[in-house]
């Protein structure tokens, strides 16, 4: 994913459709196919050139690519008067099944996350969730061909006001997966087989959901056995997301978000800053002199957004949840363009680390919050009197 839905959507309210996330809901098997565009021909001809590949063997190796209606179908554009739904989507991803396989792979790679963690600065919780949000460690990877869905979308996309600029990007994760199958074995049948392997609709690869362009710039050889495998191999999983955290800004020892102060004026505050945009505009000192956010030992210059998170209400309106958003925020929207994926991954790591319970509620936690600090205070107080004694 990683280009999984960095560049397939822009990162707002609004979850995107475009995210290997949604491999859960797909079909297990494809029976609906079209054959290959024509136009497919002078694009191989020119990656030929570009890449000094021989065009006999990329032709062999589209020989049997067919575009594929249900790709099409997955990535359109939600229907009139879709509403937007925070609780709900958090829902999917914070639920008692996730937790469970988030706690026994967190056991299973305990020292190499640790590791991870300690060399990259990305806590250990962060990337257990990712992992879990994306493909439940490995049991929802997607049953679609790369090959077939990236040559549908790059050549065939939905009538959409943004056809041109997704086709322009699907084309260049289609290169991307050309260049990395080569690179990973030129013989004929494994090229084959890795340019057909299966992912998401939308081409995302392996437990993290990389896009081909995420593998060749961002993933990592975490098992050091020479070659990477998303698939296979948790510590390359492991590995890749938190270089590729790291590498788009996460700040070591920063939170993902702040919770707004527990009044209507701190909420109508975030509401009239609030944008829908990815971007660190405000700074936290403002925001604290507004009264929307708890002074605390982060730097007033600490660069911030506000995150809003709509749901419908009972009475057919909608009830908007907001947090503040901080550069961790923004790195895990690199990831996948979402203010709900970004939020959803924070708040599962939060669970995964014993903050708050799978089934408890935002509003649950801040009050545990508050009393956990109290409760800490006076801990402190006992271990230090004990320990002078």
């Not at 971007?279 to 506000?306: F, H, R, Y």
Request: proline fraction near 6%; glycine fraction near 6%.
């Amino acid at each position: 994913m990683i280009l999984t839905v960095s560049f397939l959507s822009a990162c707002a309210s609004t979850p995107s459709h475009n995210t290997a996330t949604s491999s859960s809901a797909e079909p297990s098997f494809m029976t609906e196919s079209e054959e290959k565009p024509d136009s497919l021909e002078p694009y191989l001809k020119n990656l030929a050139q570009l890449h000094h590949i021989p065009l006999t063997d990329l032709q062999n190796a589209f020989q049997d690519a067919k575009t594929i209606p249900t790709v099409k179908k997955l990535v359109l554009p939600p229907a009139p008067g879709f509403k937007k739904n925070w609780k709900v989507y958090r829902s999917r991803f914070i639920e008692p099944r996730r937790f469970a396989a988030g706690q026994q792979f967190w056991k299973n790679n305990r020292r190499f996350i640790q590791q991870t963690a300690d060399k990259t600065g990305v806590p250990a919780e962060v990337i257990v969730s990712i992992i879990g949000v994306e493909t439940i460690y490995g049991k929802n990877m997607g049953n679609f061909s790369v090959r077939d869905s990236l040559m549908t979308l790059g050549f065939n996309y939905p009538e959409t006001p943004n056809k041109k600029a997704r086709e322009t990007l699907f084309k260049s994760q289609l290169e991307d997966l050309v260049v990395l199958c080569w690179k990973e074995n030129p013989k004929a049948t494994p090229f084959k087989k890795c340019l057909n392997q299966s992912g998401s609709y939308a081409g995302a690869i392996g437990l993290p959901q990389f896009m081909p362009g995420s593998i060749l710039r961002f993933a990592v050889d975490g098992d050091l056995d020479g070659k990477i495998d998303l698939r296979n191999s948790p510590e390359d999983a492991i590995a890749s997301v938190a270089n590729f955290l790291k590498v788009h800004g996460w700040v070591k020892g920063e939170p993902v978000y702040l919770e707004l102060k527990d009044h209507e004026g701190a909420a109508e505050s975030a509401r009239i800053l609030a944008d829908g945009a990815p971007v660190a505009k405000l700074q936290l000192g403002d925001l604290v002199a507004q009264n929307i956010v708890d002074k605390n030992e982060l730097p007033d210059n600490t660069p911030s957004l506000i995150v809003d998170l709509p749901s419908p209400d009972k009475n057919g309106g909608t009830e908007v949840r907001y947090v503040v958003g901080l550069r961790n925020f923004i790195a895990i929207c690199e990831y996948n363009r979402s203010f709900f994926y970004a939020q959803s991954v924070a708040e599962f790591s939060e669970v995964l680390s014993g903050e708050i319970s799978v089934t408890e509620t935002a509003a649950k936690k801040k009050k545990k919050s508050t009393k956990s600090s109290s409760t800490k205070n006076k801990t402190k107080k006992k271990s230090s009197t004990k320990t002078s004694s």
